[in-house]
């Protein structure tokens, strides 16, 4: 079965650094874009970053573009979340995201990620 471990997250002060993993089990990693999500509280699950299946191409929205980066690593099934210059409004919860027709999402536990001085 598909699953999703994202590990990394931890607390770090105003323009700090934190590099997020997932490492993915259960379906051919090679095959499938990969995502990033994050939920700070009482707000939507909101798309961070993007990477198609052999990493070729990255997306983010204006919210951490510049500041973020995703990237995989095909041979290890993992993707990664580098993110730099962090700031109070990126503290969230950050999820990995499989989208794999016909099933649907998958998602993994999570990693709380907290940006405070």
């Known amino acids: 079965q598909v699953q999703l471990v994202e590990s990394g997250g931890g607390l770090v002060q105003p323009g700090g650094s934190l590099r997020l993993s997932c490492a993915a089990s259960?379906?051919?990693?090679?095959?499938?874009?990969m995502r990033w999500y994050r939920q700070a509280p009482g707000q939507e699950r909101e798309l961070v970053a993007t990477?198609?299946?052999?990493?070729?191409?990255?997306l983010y929205p204006d919210s951490v573009k510049g500041r973020f980066t995703i990237s995989r690593d095909n041979a290890q099934n993992t993707v990664y979340l580098q993110m730099n210059s962090l700031k109070p409004e990126d503290t969230a919860v950050y999820y990995c995201?499989?989208?794999?027709?016909?099933?649907?999402?998958?998602w993994g536990q999570g990693t709380q990620v907290t940006v405070s001085s």
């Open positions: 990477i198609t299946n052999a990493g070729g191409a990255t």
């Open positions: 995201n499989l989208h794999r027709l016909p099933f649907g999402d998958y």
């Open positions: 259960g379906f051919t990693f090679s095959s499938y874009v």
